[in-house]
T-cell receptor
Framework: DTEVTQTPKHLVMGMTNKKSLKCEQH?????MYWYKQKAKKPPELMFV???????INESVPSRFSPECPNSSLLNLHLHALQPEDSALYLC???????????FGSGTQLSVL | ELKVEQNPLFLSMQEGKNYTIYCNYS?????LYWYRQDPGKSLESLFV?????AVKQEGRLMASLDTKARLSTLHITAAVHDLSATYFC????????FGTGTSLTVIP
């Protein structure tokens, strides 16, 4: 299995909603990442987990809350988002920290 | 912070033509990656370049790395419509630093 699976693929939420994005990989990778990507821009790093511990938090607002329940799963909890948070959210994993990244298919998020 | 610049940002080329995308970066790194992204889709890994002088080829795409010049190139040979996408380089500098991206459109 060489895939990173993300759910849901599309999400529309209001500014008062709470939702979660999920990411799963079964490649035995020890590092997992959340990126945010706006249209026609490169991905921006949000969070990095290495061996299930939060390694990097790139000054992301607290309305985004990551969670790594085990080495195969990564969640991103969303609460009270703003319209400017609408973007493609990408999960990635790598065998070890900052080795070749394998990306999931992404969640296209719209905040109304 | 490591800076990664790609040029051109936008490229429109005719089928059958050749062209090169350039990726320049600001500090020393021995690892560089090329990714392809179709609109609304995820990033697909194309090449991993791990040393000075590395050259990788897959179909109509060929990537090279010159670590002394801090330059990587992605050469497209005899372009076809299916190559239309955005191409990102990414440099390993304690984290991944993505280039600005090159949006390629191949016109029949």
């Amino acid at each position: 299995d060489t895939e990173v699976t993300q759910t849901p693929k599309h999400l529309v939420m209001g500014m008062t909603n709470k939702k979660s994005l999920k990411c799963e990989q079964h490649m035995g990778h020890r590092a997992m990442y959340w990126y945010k990507q706006k249209a026609k821009k490169p991905p921006e790093l949000m969070f990095v987990y290495s061996y299930e511990k939060l390694s990097i938090n790139e000054s992301v607002p607290s309305r985004f809350s990551p969670e790594c329940p085990n080495s195969s799963l990564l969640n991103l909890h969303l609460h009270a988002l703003q319209p400017e948070d609408s973007a493609l959210y990408l999960c990635a994993s790598s065998r070890d920290l900052w080795e070749k990244l394998f990306f999931g298919s992404g969640t296209q998020l719209s905040v109304l | 912070e490591l800076k990664v610049e790609q040029n051109p940002l936008f490229l429109s080329m005719q089928e059958g033509k050749n062209y090169t995308i350039y990726c320049n970066y600001s500090t020393t790194s021995d690892r560089l990656y090329w990714y392809r992204q179709d609109p609304g889709k995820s990033l697909e890994s194309l090449f991993v370049l791990l040393s000075n002088g590395a050259v990788k080829q897959e179909g109509r795409l060929m990537a090279s790395l010159d670590t002394k010049a801090r330059l990587s190139t992605l050469h497209i040979t005899a372009a076809v419509h299916d190559l239309s996408a955005t191409y990102f380089c990414a440099v390993d500098g304690n984290q991944f630093y993505f280039g600005t991206g090159t949006s390629l459109t191949v016109i029949p």
